[in-house]
């Protein structure tokens, strides 16, 4: 059974840094042509892709976030990370982690996180 | 183009049919993906590639596309298909993944 479960803090104040956790089960992330993306959904607004990483370590992020975002994998511990630095209330947001397949289908996704950015 | 375009609300009567479009440039290249979202929750795949549903999504959901434009047709909406549904593709360049803006739908 292919789970996805993110964590993280509730709370970020802005400027800080917020580092999400994706633990994995059911797959490996050293299985090749899977990988995990995160995305993530203001209250209200619609989904935003942030970043993916494939087993083979390719990434790819969001131009409009690319300074901000760094994506790893330690497939040893089945977790995938998303750093995001100098937060604003405006990166509030429900963030979600999936698995993502050959031809960008998600097929598994975690619950979602809300993070709130705010002091 | 880096965009992909949905109308915001979209409405049906209780079992007919319902078409949810996408529009984009890159979707002349690439194929979208469809996931229905219903509040509080994550979002579902109910489609992908030329029209291929994951298991236990039901056969009254299909896909299609032409030209920049692809869709997902309800054939006969149900009151549980109520929700909001996105498209995801990759922009033009290949390099990243897009959101459309979604669509709500209500069953009436």
């Known amino acids: 059974q292919v789970t996805l479960k993110e964590s993280g803090p509730v709370l970020v104040k802005p400027t800080e840094t917020l580092t999400l956790t994706c633990t994995v089960s059911g797959f490996s992330l050293s299985n090749d042509r899977m990988g995990v993306t995160w995305i993530r959904q203001p209250p209200g607004k619609a989904l935003e892709w942030l970043a993916h990483?494939?087993?083979?370590?390719?990434?790819s992020y969001t131009t409009s976030l690319k300074s901000r975002l760094t994506i790893s994998k330690d497939a040893s511990k089945s977790q995938v990370v998303l750093i995001m630095t100098n937060l604003d209330p405006v990166d509030t947001a429900t963030y979600f982690c999936?698995?993502?397949?050959?031809?960008?289908?998600?097929?598994?996704w975690g619950q979602g996180t809300l993070v709130t950015v705010s002091s | 183009s880096s965009e992909l375009t949905q109308d915001p609300a979209v409405s049906v009567a209780l079992g007919q049919t319902v078409r949810i479009t996408c529009q984009g440039d890159?979707?002349?290249?690439?194929?979208a993906t469809w996931y229905q979202q219903k509040p509080g929750q994550a979002p579902l795949l109910v489609i992908y590639?030329?029209?291929n549903r994951p298991s236990g999504i039901p056969g009254r959901f299909s896909g299609s596309s032409s030209g920049n434009t692809s869709s997902v047709t309800i054939t006969g909406a149900q009151a549980e298909d109520e929700a909001d549904y996105y498209c995801n593709s990759r922009d033009s360049s290949g390099n990243f993944l897009l959101f459309g803006g979604g669509t709500k739908l209500t069953v009436l």
């Open positions: 999936a698995r993502i397949l050959p031809g960008d289908r998600l097929d598994y």
């Open positions: 990483i494939f087993s083979n370590d390719e990434r």
């Open positions: 590639g030329k029209n």
């Open positions: 890159s979707l002349r290249n690439y194929f």
